[in-house]
């Protein structure tokens, strides 16, 4: 999509955001936070991101693993990865969607907002910034923000830290005249060419026409230059909102006890509500793999019987499954994967209805489900079928609900227990209602002919007793 150039745009660069996701792991303390940490770049042999304990000691971004050795053997050093970083765009954006609806990721660390389409609605730009500078502060990522009226003006901007936030555009022009053309998107031989001309800055750039240029310069370096001194709109496709949910968390170290990762477990969980809470949605499954060391990741599903989006819900699920589960070998990372989700529906608060007691039989079940395993776990469910003995049978799925119909129900007049099999009557009885004949079975050779009476014996229990053609007399069922 082409936009002109009046449209405010703002440019967030996250300066160190895979180091940001691991240091925000929630296995992290106080001392291992204090420890020298980097990420390195094994194409370019290359530091490209560090903490301040190892800015303290001497460690800069692009040395050489050597040279960051030498100064620091106990440095801490995270592979780089890029799918990491822009899981990380990917959830931020989701978080700014509902502040912001113009959102560009730009891999591997830059988040682009359209601003101009805003502004009416949030009332003028400051307020607009105060809504995604909370945004921003819950997620805790170090950023530089720029403002501009095209992507790579805020861009250049932002990168080297000379940004502001305004729509002067006097003021916007004065700092992008200040910054360097070397962390722009010229293609890097036209800035050789550039550099042997003597043009190293922006405010050099400028003065020269762009028709000089267009013979030096490759088309794709004009086009970024045309667009950085606002001659060309800039081109973008929006964000669209995720419609399945993906977190991937990184460890400080490698966990091998299970109650060491109920704190991650939590924490993921607690963005899983946060990603359902804002969409009023729920969800009946979620998956989590466990990346170990040294074996396979490890796949484990959680199921819920009822719908539900909590964290502290997911979270008792899951730790009663995992009291059963051993790991090969530590775990470094995991991912946890929620592939569907449902709209929320509006509970009721009619203090007669049945749903509180029907959520809480759901709840009941899920958590049995986790500490027994689903095969273990039945409900039970009607059938059609004249024969008590095969009125009900038990369902394998936990969600499913079958009640026959109250109204003018033929099982009205069922027994609350029903034994297993009929024994004989061995005592008198008083009929109070009945016969019931019930005669079935003839397609399966299972045949049952008997007529059914409500009975009551001296002491007052109501029995439920039927007679063959016999005239044998048995008893089926008490009444509760």
């Known amino acids: 999509m082409q936009f002109d150039t009046c449209s405010l745009w703002i440019y967030l660069h996250f300066t160190q955001l895979q180091l940001d996701l691991i240091e925000h792991s929630p296995a992290a303390d106080d001392e291992t936070l204090a420890e020298p940490r980097a990420i390195y770049q094994v194409q370019d042999n290359q530091i490209v991101q560090i903490n301040s304990a190892a800015n303290k000691r001497g460690i800069k971004v692009g040395m050489g693993l050597a040279s960051a050795s030498l100064l620091d053997p106990k440095l801490k050093l995270h592979e780089y990865n890029g799918d990491l970083e822009k899981g990380a765009l990917q959830h931020l954006a989701n978080a700014l969607y509902l502040i912001s609806s113009d959102i560009v990721i730009i891999p591997p660390n830059g988040l682009v907002l359209r601003a101009q389409n805003m502004l009416a609605l949030y009332g003028g730009l400051s307020t607009y910034w105060h809504h995604i500078l909370q945004c921003l502060k819950e997620h805790g990522y170090q950023y530089q923000g720029a403002s501009g009226f095209s992507i790579q003006a805020a861009k250049l901007m932002a990168k080297q830290g000379l ?50 240029l267009a013979n030096r310069l490759s088309r794709y370096s004009i086009n970024i230059i045309a667009e950085l001194r606002g001659q060309a709109p800039s081109k973008v496709s929006f964000f669209q909102p995720l419609t399945r949910y993906d977190d991937y968390i990184e460890l400080l170290y490698d966990i091998s006890l ?54 502290q819900d997911w979270l008792n699920i899951a730790s009663l499954k995992l009291e059963r589960v051993r790991f090969e070998s530590p775990v470094y990372a995991l991912k946890l994967i929620c592939k569907e989700y449902e709209t929320a529906h509006m509970a009721s608060n009619d203090f007669f209805a049945e749903k509180s007691s029907h959520i809480a039989t759901l709840s009941l079940v899920s958590r049995l489900a986790s500490k027994l395993g689903q095969s273990k776990v039945k409900r039970l469910t009607f059938m059609d079928d004249f024969r008590p003995e095969r009125t009900t049978q038990y369902g394998s799925k936990l969600t499913e609900k079958s009640r026959p119909n109250k109204q003018n129900c033929i099982f009205a007049d069922r027994p609350g227990v029903l034994l297993e099999q009929p024994v004989l009557l061995q005592q008198k009885i008083l009929i109070i209602k009945g016969p019931e004949r019930i005669v079935s079975g003839w397609w399966d050779n299972v045949v049952v002919t008997r007529d059914y009476y409500i009975g009551q014996s001296s002491q007052g229990q109501q029995m439920w007793v039927f007679k063959t053609p016999e005239q044998s007399w048995y008893l089926h069922g008490y009444f509760v």
Do not use: W
């Not at 305004?166 to 003021?171: F, M, N, V």
């Open 163 to 212: 940004g502001i936030i305004s729509q002067d555009r006097l003021a916007i022009q004065k700092k992008l005249s200040q910054c360097a053309l070397t962390p722009s998107d010229i293609d890097y031989k036209d800035l050789d060419k550039l550099k042997r001309i003597g043009i190293q800055s922006m405010e050099e750039l400028t003065s020269i026409p762009l028709s000089e």
């Open 258 to 311: 299970v109650d060491k990762l109920i704190p991650v477990l939590g924490h993921a969980f607690n963005k899983l509500e946060t990603f359902l809470y804002t969409r009023n949605a729920c969800c009946l499954h979620v998956a989590v793999d466990f990346y170990q060391r040294e074996h396979v990741p490890k796949n484990i599903k959680f199921d819920s019987a009822l719908a539900i989006y909590k964290q």
